[in-house]
Nanobody
Framework: QAQLAESGGGLVQSGGSLRLSCRGSGFTLEYNTIGWFRQTPGKEREVGACISSSDSSTYYADSGKGRFTISRENAKNTVYLHMKSLKPKATAVYYC??????????????????WGQGTQVTVSS
């Protein structure tokens, strides 16, 4: 059974850093486009970063440029999201998703098939 599991969220002060992990089981993340999304109450899930399956090219939303780095560790079947210089507006539940059909970048949550349960990130001022 294919599953994704996020970890690494928590409480961090403004200006701090976190590394989120997305570990796959039951399928190989290396062969899928993986995205990190965030969601706050009453709002849609929005992309923060994405890494493609074809050539591991990356995409960052404007909110993540210069602050986020997405990377793969294939031996651990894991995709990471490194976040630095965090601001309170980054507070959200962060989800990783797997798009099992795309070869390139996928920016929209509707393109993703598998999702993890989410991990809470809270940035205090």
């Amino acid at each position: 059974q294919a599953q994704l599991a996020e970890s690494g969220g928590g409480l961090v002060q403004s200006g701090g850093s976190l590394r989120l992990s997305c570990r796959g089981s039951g399928f190989t993340l290396e062969y899928n486009t993986i995205g990190w999304f965030r969601q706050t109450p009453g709002k849609e899930r929005e992309v923060g970063a994405c890494i493609s399956s074809s050539d591991s090219s990356t995409y960052y939303a404007d909110s993540g440029k210069g602050r986020f780095t997405i990377s793969r560790e294939n031996a651990k079947n894991t995709v990471y999201l490194h976040m630095k210089s965090l601001k309170p507006k980054a507070t959200a539940v962060y989800y990783c998703g797997a798009d099992i059909e795309a070869l390139g970048i996928a920016q929209f949550s509707s393109e993703y098939y598998y999702w993890g349960q989410g991990t809470q990130v809270t940035v205090s001022s």
